[in-house]
């Protein structure tokens, strides 16, 4: 399938273990964060979101952690199977009138290995 | 429940021609956005549309342009194609204009190759 994003930083994971992604965001005034997982020749697909009054969620084997002061994001897969290879990325949103603008991070590769 | 369409999923165009993407929100949701996705400068964002008002724009010369029908439907169009407009163009919609932070939802996108 097609690539978007040949020179991505890469996360190698054995299958079974935990995967922690991290993004920076870059807008302060920033306060709904969402992740989106992409895979080979697909449209990004809707993983987690989180609030900025908020400073963790969980879902299912997913995780997500917030932390405002330092303007970090994280999204913690837990028991990473081969289904998780993908592009993983997080996205910031300014919640109101102003509409959805998502800015997007550069993406992180995770590879899942047997 | 239906999700994103997008038409063409793959199409080859000549500089200088142009081109016009169509999607297909799911059903229900009232706000379109377009985003450009290319190796080089990641996923950006094109321009939103809720009820067939065009509320944000990012970045791009104005020969992208788009516009939403009263079905939610929205078409963008790029003129006089460059090389660079090579690139996955992706369609995303949500229920609201982003003041809830509803699911934005994409779809598979319409790959265009400019030669």
């Known amino acids: 399938g097609e690539s978007v994003g040949l020179h991505l930083p890469t996360l190698s994971v054995q299958e079974g273990d935990n995967s922690i992604i991290n993004c920076a965001y870059s807008?302060?005034?920033?306060?709904?964060f969402i992740w989106y997982k992409q895979e080979s020749g697909k449209g990004p697909q809707f993983i987690i979101d989180?609030?900025?009054?908020?400073d963790k969620r969980q879902g299912q084997r997913v995780t997500v952690l917030l932390n405002k002061t330092v303007k970090h994001l994280s999204l913690q897969i837990a028991a990473t199977q081969p289904g998780d290879s993908a592009v993983y990325f997080c996205?910031?949103?300014?919640?109101?009138?102003?509409?959805?603008?998502?800015?997007f991070g550069g993406g992180t590769r995770v590879l899942v290995k047997p | 429940k239906a999700g994103v369409t997008q038409t063409p999923r793959y199409l080859i165009k000549t500089r200088g021609q142009q081109v016009t993407l169509s999607c297909s929100p799911i059903s229900g949701h009232r706000s379109v956005s377009w985003y450009q996705q290319t190796p080089g400068q990641g996923l950006q964002f094109l321009f939103e549309?809720?009820?067939?008002?065009?509320?944000n724009k990012g970045n791009f010369p104005g020969r992208f342009s788009g516009r939403q029908f009263s079905n939610s439907r929205s078409e963008m169009n790029v003129s006089t194609l460059e090389l660079g407009d090579s690139a996955l163009y992706l369609c995303a919609s949500s229920l609201d204009g982003g003041t809830s932070g509803n699911t934005i939802y994409f779809g598979e996108g319409s790959w265009l190759t400019v030669v």
């Open positions: 989180i609030r900025s009054n908020m």
């Open positions: 996205a910031e949103n300014i919640l109101g009138a102003a509409g959805n603008k998502l800015t």
């Open positions: 807008n302060s005034a920033s306060d709904y």
């Open positions: 549309y809720f009820s067939e008002t065009q509320r």
